[in-house]
């Protein structure tokens, strides 16, 4: 798993940073998350192909998540793109975007599916054979989705050499990698976990933009691998997280502790301030394993 | 008159270089001619103070044309913009706008004038005592216009030799500027041009994108200081004017060479170009006087 991030800040602009929008690479799959103004021309500089991306995951309808979309599909459509498209987002954006296809006359040449999201409790909104995606309900102005991006689990490993000195026939490796026990060349049953190894351990992003400080999030981003939450603020102005529902940036790390992730990736920076470095300071007093969003970083999962 | 060049592609995103978003500095005015995607990042760019943008003037609802005026709005609200904004645009607009605005819970704290276009003979859509903005009807796949700015004329200015000599009391000065003959002390009446010079010739401002090829326009861009005209294609690609509705650079040439202009501004390339000098030297074999739109630019006009 690898994530890109495409831009990281907050809604006003800045010369030279961008706002939210992110690719995870899970399973051959490129997830793109949120797609504020300018995340075409990003992917262009981070070199990411457009046909790569088949699904869109958008967290809410703030202009700095989505304004770009609606650019991004009609730079598909000028490509001609024949690859279908699914974007999951909550309800509205498909009026949106059709709204602005109709006035400008210009339909799209590949099949395009909304995916309109209402629910206020955690939902599964995609599922193949190697991911898992859920929505993580969170707290903001508007209805907003966070999302938890699965890998499922692998298959065990075979341990060649317990299964040579079992003398175990080929026929069982299927049946040895899912976990069953098998029998011997002598008729003996023997214990999976005699002669195999666990898979490795499956791995899961969850993203967390934007939202105010809240505990109900923890089941549903409980020990993931990496958690990306938002923290506008530093603690001198966490007085305007109540109004806003952003967070600042020990809160972030409160919920990286008590979800017990692996590691904290800090971001959605409110543009008044330079030194991101306070970010990672502040979220340090409280949880170890911090990272800074930048845009056009990579971050190895 | 200074025209700044924002951005001068054509739809897809290229990296570093921004569609048509275009501000004529005119009598005090900063208007903002279409807004692509990125417009807000080019502005702060170019160091355009964001509360000096009044009015905003929208070719088309193509993409590439508006997709940066919903980013740029919200930001006006996000930094609590006081002073009122208009915007003159195609019917349509105000309803993508405000859809957006209602999904996202984020209406305006400004006024804010959505002045829609629906004619398709040239009016008059802006006037104040300097300056006057009139459509131009432009032939594009969708509803289009181009824009004329034009100074008011000013006033005549005095001859003080001319005038001492003749002994005219100051109190006709203004009657003079205005144009009117006027007494002299012993009663005379004094021709007014034997008095005053010519005002410095008022200068005008024709923006044209996206168009085919149409003499229509010839009378209303007529002896235009400056034209900008859409060259999106060079001579080989001719065969796509057609469909596309678009222009070549030889073409834009031919207009502003029937229209007598005073220079020609091309722009809107197609992204496969690379070397834009070509654009240039097309044009200048039927108009002499030929600049090249630039990402950055600024021209006084």
């Not at 949120?34 to 991306?53: A, P």
């Not at 299927?174 to 026990?181: A, F």
């Not at 934007?210 to 603690?235: G, M, N, R, V």
């Amino acid at each position: 798993m690898k994530l890109n991030i495409l831009g990281c800040n907050s809604a006003t602009p800045k010369i030279n940073s961008y706002p939210t929008a992110q690719v995870l690479e899970i399973k051959n799959h490129m997830f793109l998350i949120d797609c504020g103004e300018g995340t075409q021309v990003q992917l262009r500089k981070m070199k990411i192909k457009f046909n790569r991306i088949k699904h869109i995951f958008i967290s809410h309808l703030h202009g700095d998540h989505y304004f770009g979309l609606v650019g991004l599909i009609s730079t598909f459509r000028l490509l001609t793109r024949e690859t279908e498209l699914h974007i999951y987002a909550p309800k509205g954006l498909k009026e949106v975007i059709t709204l602005q296809m109709k006035l400008s006359q210009s339909w799209t040449n590949f099949p395009l599916y909304f995916h309109e999201l209402t629910s206020k409790t955690s939902e599964l909104i995609y599922e193949d054979e190697q991911v898992e995606v859920h929505t993580i309900p969170l707290d903001h102005r508007v209805y907003t989705n966070g999302f938890l991006f699965k890998e499922k689990p692998g298959e065990r490993k075979l341990d060649m050499n317990a299964i040579l000195n079992e003398d175990i026939d080929v026929a069982y490796y299927r049946k040895l990698k899912q976990g069953g026990d098998v029998p011997d060349n002598d008729g003996n049953l023997i214990k999976n976990d005699s002669v195999t190894k666990p898979p490795t351990p499956a791995k899961s992003y969850a993203f967390c933009s934007d939202t105010k400080y809240s505990e109900q999030i923890l089941p549903i981003i409980d020990k993931a691998t990496l958690l990306y939450h938002e923290s506008t603020f530093l603690e001198k102005h966490k007085h305007l997280c109540d109004q806003t529902k952003h967070s600042t940036a020990i809160q972030a790390a409160t919920i990286a502790k008590k979800a017990e992730v692996n590691t904290l990736l800090l971001g959605h920076y409110s543009t008044r301030y330079f030194d991101l470095n306070e970010f990672k300071e502040e979220a340090k007093t409280v949880f170890d394993n911090v990272l800074l969003a930048k845009d056009g970083k990579v971050i190895e999962i």
